[in-house]
């Protein structure tokens, strides 16, 4: 536990993308969750599910029938928020059109823990074995819980800074068009002998008239006037 630990505090998130965080989690999970032979993240997305990043071909082959048939341990895990684990795959009553095909990839066991945002669940994180009760012992549920919430740390503040990211090029979008027109306002006033309202007006009325955006039409009147100059 105390080397689980020790990997997820030395995650970096500053300048990475929300890929390449979650593929370091599910490396991390594999290697310190007790049983745990694949991992995978699973994220809900205005009701569809998916795998965000995996570690280790039998997760994500095991998700994918999830998908499919549109259930499964990881899917209700996420869906739910609760706990879900298999002992034995061979004997499992529930998801009976699920369990026999996962049986066939050779997943044996399973681990699903929902992650936790604000007392709702944003997806799971899930575990797989060969071998039945690959998860039995505390250990495996204490682990795994630790995975959860770092998962579902990075996934909200790396989603926010993303947003906040798009935020602020919008911004600057703004503010460029802003200035681009303001220059264009500039030039028919000293070419028209006009105030600024009538500038607008002028731009305006291109825009209508032509249907290109303000701000194409206020480029172009500053490019043909800096042309000229040239």
């Not at 997760?59 to 998908?67: C, G, H, P």
């Not at 341990?73 to 499992?92: F, S, Y």
Request: glycine fraction near 6%; proline fraction near 3%.
């Amino acid at each position: 536990m105390d080397d689980l630990l020790r990997a997820l505090s030395r995650i970096v998130f500053a300048d990475r993308t929300l890929e390449e965080v979650l593929g370091e989690i599910t490396d991390i999970a594999r290697r310190n969750i007790p049983g745990t032979e694949a991992t995978s993240i699973t994220l809900i997305r205005a009701d569809r599910s998916f795998t965000a990043a995996y570690s280790g071909e039998m997760a994500l082959a095991a998700d994918e029938l999830q998908y499919e048939e549109g259930y499964g341990p990881c899917m209700d895990a996420a869906r739910g928020g609760v706990v879900l684990r298999v002992d034995d795959m061979r004997t499992e009553q529930r998801w009976p059109q699920y369990v026999p095909r996962v049986v066939e990839q050779g997943v044996r066991s399973s681990l699903s823990i929902p992650l936790p945002y604000q007392g709702e669940s944003i997806g799971a994180l899930n575990n797989y074995a060969t071998v039945p009760e690959a998860f039995s012992s505390p250990e495996s549920l204490e682990a795994a819980s630790e995975v959860a919430e770092v998962v579902a740390v990075a996934v909200v503040n790396l989603a926010a800074h993303a947003q906040l990211g798009e935020q602020a090029r919008n911004m600057r979008l703004a503010m460029d068009s802003r200035a681009i027109i303001e220059q264009a306002k500039g030039v028919l006033m000293a070419q028209r002998h006009i105030d600024a309202d009538a500038a607008f007006d002028v731009l305006r009325e291109a825009s209508q008239r032509y249907n290109r955006k303000l701000r194409d039409i206020a480029a172009g009147i500053v490019e043909s006037t800096q042309d000229r100059q040239r």
